[in-house]
């Protein structure tokens, strides 16, 4: 007799190979390719209000995957832009912490660079390596143009991490977030 996880990986195993279990996209190298998947965007948004980065630890991640899996938010820029009904649809979120969550996010608007990067979840930049990008271009919008021989030069940056940010810039989901993060108060530019 099979265990219960054994039939719930059959389940999720379609002829085609191994899916999400939240989405059902196909897995591919272990990861779900679906940045629209509820999981990975509550891992954005998680990354995003840590202290690390934007700093907003009242929005912890029960309140990070119940607005990924509501599909109020899809990346931070929309956090900004949430209005009062989306976060009423949120369960066990207090008026009390609400107005944590909103002071918080207000003040997160004066976050460093290079923290504002780390939260932005470009692949494969981690704290040290969004420091190092930040004193190299002197901003995100100069990291965002860059050229790829002068990203190249960056300690911690090869060739196939190069093509993997220079593609999350290019991307329509990730412009939309960093366009409603700058109307929202975030300076992406020269300091």
């Given at each position: 007799m099979?265990?219960?996880l054994?039939?719930l990986?059959?389940?999720?195993k379609?002829p085609s190979?191994p899916?999400?279990?939240e989405?059902?996209s196909?897995?591919i190298?272990?990861?779900?390719?679906?940045?629209?998947?509820?999981l990975k965007?509550?891992?954005?948004?998680?990354?995003w209000?840590?202290?690390?980065?934007?700093n907003?630890?009242?929005?912890?991640q029960?309140a990070?995957?119940?607005?990924a899996?509501?599909r109020l938010?899809?990346?931070?820029?929309?956090l900004?832009?949430?209005?009062q009904g989306g976060?009423?649809?949120?369960e066990g979120?207090s008026?009390d912490?609400?107005a944590d969550i909103?002071?918080?996010?207000?003040?997160?608007k004066?976050a460093?660079?290079s923290a504002?990067?780390?939260?932005?979840?470009?692949?494969?930049v981690?704290?040290?390596?969004?420091?190092?990008l930040?004193e190299a271009?002197?901003?995100?919008?100069?990291?965002?143009?860059?050229?790829p021989?002068?990203?190249?030069?960056?300690?911690g940056?090869d060739?196939q991490?190069c093509?993997?940010?220079?593609r999350?810039?290019r991307?329509?989901?990730?412009?939309?977030?960093?366009?409603?993060?700058e109307?929202?108060g975030?300076?992406l530019?020269?300091?």
């Amino acid at each position: 007799m099979a265990s219960l996880l054994e039939t719930l990986a059959g389940f999720f195993k379609g002829p085609s190979g191994p899916k999400c279990p939240e989405c059902t996209s196909l897995i591919i190298d272990d990861s779900c390719p679906n940045l629209d998947c509820p999981l990975k965007v509550a891992e954005w948004i998680t990354r995003w209000c840590s202290p690390e980065a934007a700093n907003i630890p009242a929005l912890g991640q029960t309140a990070a995957w119940q607005l990924a899996r509501l599909r109020l938010v899809l990346h931070p820029g929309e956090l900004y832009e949430l209005g009062q009904g989306g976060w009423d649809r949120l369960e066990g979120v207090s008026g009390d912490q609400l107005a944590d969550i909103q002071g918080q996010m207000e003040g997160s608007k004066s976050a460093e660079p290079s923290a504002v990067l780390y939260g932005l979840n470009l692949p494969g930049v981690d704290e040290r390596l969004a420091k190092r990008l930040i004193e190299a271009f002197s901003s995100i919008d100069g990291l965002r143009v860059s050229k790829p021989e002068r990203l190249q030069q960056i300690e911690g940056i090869d060739e196939q991490q190069c093509v993997e940010i220079r593609r999350w810039f290019r991307d329509s989901v990730n412009k939309q977030a960093l366009t409603m993060l700058e109307q929202n108060g975030f300076n992406l530019g020269e300091q």
